[in-house]
């Protein structure tokens, strides 16, 4: 089961920052916060992810609150190949070599970056 | 480009009959996933396989199987194919350590007339 609520669809401008948030008010201590992204029927692209830090790379930013119930992903300057799918995801934290856990994903938010 | 190859990229094939799915994960991964993504389902896992030794198992058919060989390379084996079975099928890696990320390929397309 999904632990994770997020918006079925957002829209963002093209040069603006998108803000998508996520919920997920009964994540647990060892679990961590992913985000993925799936463009038109691709493999999912893996972003970033975060356990309690505000973290950034490359694509994005993942700023988590303090209480660890909610995240925010932010795409500092959105472009037209951002459209996609993202997907929030509360993973736990693998405890054995080899049993890094899987990926449970639920149904996203459709993001539309409109030129 | 995520490292990890699937092939094939489309596969039409008829009700009843039998397919593999192949999947190369990225180098040094030991970790490989199966997920199915069909139109009213979204994104299923159905197995994992850790260096060879299934890991873990979602709702995966007893149609379907998978192994990974000593390469660490994947298949997924579909039988007795029905209509619903149609989806795209995804292989994603990983090192297998605590907590990295999976890569994902982009996938077999399988339709079954």
């Known amino acids: 089961d999904a632990k994770t609520t997020q918006p079925p669809s957002m829209d963002c401008a093209e040069g603006r920052a998108a803000n998508l948030p996520c919920n997920h008010s009964?994540?647990?201590?060892?679990?961590?916060v992913y985000w993925y992204r799936q463009i038109h029927s691709q493999g999912p692209q893996y972003i970033i992810h975060?356990?309690?830090n505000n973290e950034t790379n490359e694509m994005a930013s993942l700023i988590i609150t303090e209480d660890r119930k909610s995240s925010t992903l932010i795409l500092p300057h959105a472009t037209l190949r951002d459209t996609a799918v993202y997907y929030c995801?509360?993973?736990?934290?693998?405890?054995?070599?080899?049993?890094?856990?899987?990926?449970?994903f639920g149904k996203g938010t459709k993001l539309t970056v409109n030129p | 480009d995520s490292g990890v190859t699937q092939t094939p990229k489309h596969l039409i094939t008829a009700t009843g009959q039998r397919v593999t799915l192949r999947c190369s994960p990225r180098?040094?991964?030991?970790?490989v996933y199966w997920y199915q993504q069909s139109l009213d389902q979204g994104l299923q896992f159905l197995i994992q396989?850790?260096?060879?030794?299934?890991?873990a198992k979602g709702n995966i058919l007893e149609r379907f199987s998978a192994q990974q060989f000593p390469d660490l390379h994947s298949e997924l084996n579909l039988s007795s194919l029905e209509l619903g079975d149609s989806a795209l099928y995804f292989c994603?890696?990983?090192?297998?350590?605590?907590?990295?990320?999976?890569?994902f390929g982009n996938g077999t397309r399988l339709t079954v007339t």
């Open positions: 995801i509360v993973r736990p934290r693998g405890t054995t070599q080899g049993g890094s856990e899987k990926l449970v």
């Open positions: 009964t994540i647990s201590g060892n679990e961590y």
């Open positions: 975060g356990l309690k």
């Open positions: 180098s040094g991964d030991l970790s």
């Open positions: 396989y850790y260096n060879g030794e299934e890991r």
């Open positions: 994603a890696s990983n090192e297998g350590l605590y907590n990295s990320p999976l890569h």
